[in-house]
């Protein structure tokens, strides 16, 4: 049986995105109702201080009034975090030869990939988020090649074809 619990851990700007607006997020994210078997996959929210335990508890009790059903997600006093190995990070990424290749060109150790802002993105494209309005702004940053560029469109083009369109 597992002695921890799966999780992630957000760095965000606060001027940008609330946190109220990572728990809206959050709770459209899974299914708060379904109970687990097991520490290590139970839904959790993390909390820092009395503000965002206060805020967690009030977003929790409005699911749980909007939901009419018993809500297993806990709130849990934050203590530390322990990155997966590498091979859980940037999965999505991982799973590209080519691409995956530009970033080790870039980052040849892994944990600089690991902390790549451009690396989380391509990876978030890869796993379905992001926009064809925000790529174009976007890609340049990545530091891919103009091949990298047109792999990456190729690839969100194939489940999403509004991307089909995206210069390089």
């Known amino acids: 049986m597992a002695n921890h619990t799966e999780a992630i851990q957000i760095d965000y700007d606060p001027s940008v995105v609330s946190y109220k607006g990572l728990l ?3 709770w ?3 299914n708060p109702t379904l109970q687990t078997r097991s520490s290590q996959y139970k839904p959790a ?3 820092r201080d009395d503000k965002q335990a206060r805020d967690a508890i009030e977003s929790l009790d409005e699911i749980s009034q909007r939901l009419q059903q018993n809500i297993y997600t806990e709130i849990i006093l ?3 975090f322990y990155p997966a190995e590498d091979y859980h990070q940037k999965f999505r990424l991982q799973q ?3 691409l995956m290749a530009e970033f080790t060109a870039l980052y040849p150790d892994m ?4 902390s790549s802002t451009a690396a989380a993105r391509v990876n978030g494209y ?3 988020y992001g926009s064809p309005e925000s790529l174009p702004k976007e890609l340049p940053s990545f530091g891919l090649s103009r091949k990298g560029r047109k792999r990456l469109i190729e690839i969100l083009s194939e489940s999403r074809p509004f991307f089909r369109n995206c210069p390089l």
């Open 24 to 26: 809206t997020v959050f």
């Open 28 to 30: 459209g994210s899974h």
């Open 45 to 47: 929210i993390f909390i």
């Open 78 to 80: 934050f203590n530390r």
């Open 96 to 98: 590209d030869s080519p």
């Open 111 to 114: 944990r600089d990939i690991i």
């Open 126 to 128: 890869l796993g379905g």
